[in-house]
């Protein structure tokens, strides 16, 4: 339960926390934000990037549903899915969001340090 006076997630321009959130930069000194899209923190993510959830069937029958297996990221080059176990970046040269999976990203970035 909120304290008065504190937003809730459900106040207007209340964005939810992303504590996972770093500071990361790549070989060319380039930075950016970044997270690992995980089950636990896809709605942050999801507000962060202004991202879409992407469903895919449950099952092999119509009646089997719909299940969330990542998010769908605007990228620069267009829509990219990001599955969970991804990385979402937002690049700080031009705020565009992009995504890399886990052994990409562990090659290219390394935290900064603060």
Do not use: C
Request: hydrophobic letters at 40%; a neutral charge.
């Amino acid at each position: 339960m909120t304290q008065p006076n504190q937003p809730s997630e459900y106040s207007p321009g209340y964005v939810l926390p992303l504590p996972e959130l770093r500071a990361y930069r790549n070989s060319a000194g380039l930075h950016v934000q970044a997270v690992q899209l995980t089950k636990a923190n896809m709605r942050a993510v999801y507000e962060w990037a202004d991202s879409k959830q992407f469903f895919e069937p449950a099952g092999p029958k119509p009646d089997d549903g719909l299940v969330v297996t990542g998010l769908t990221i605007f990228t620069a080059d267009g829509r990219r899915k990001a599955n969970f176990g991804d990385w979402v970046v937002r690049w700080a040269v031009n705020g565009t969001f992009d995504r890399y999976d886990a052994l990409t990203f562990g090659q290219f970035f390394t935290e900064v340090q603060s």
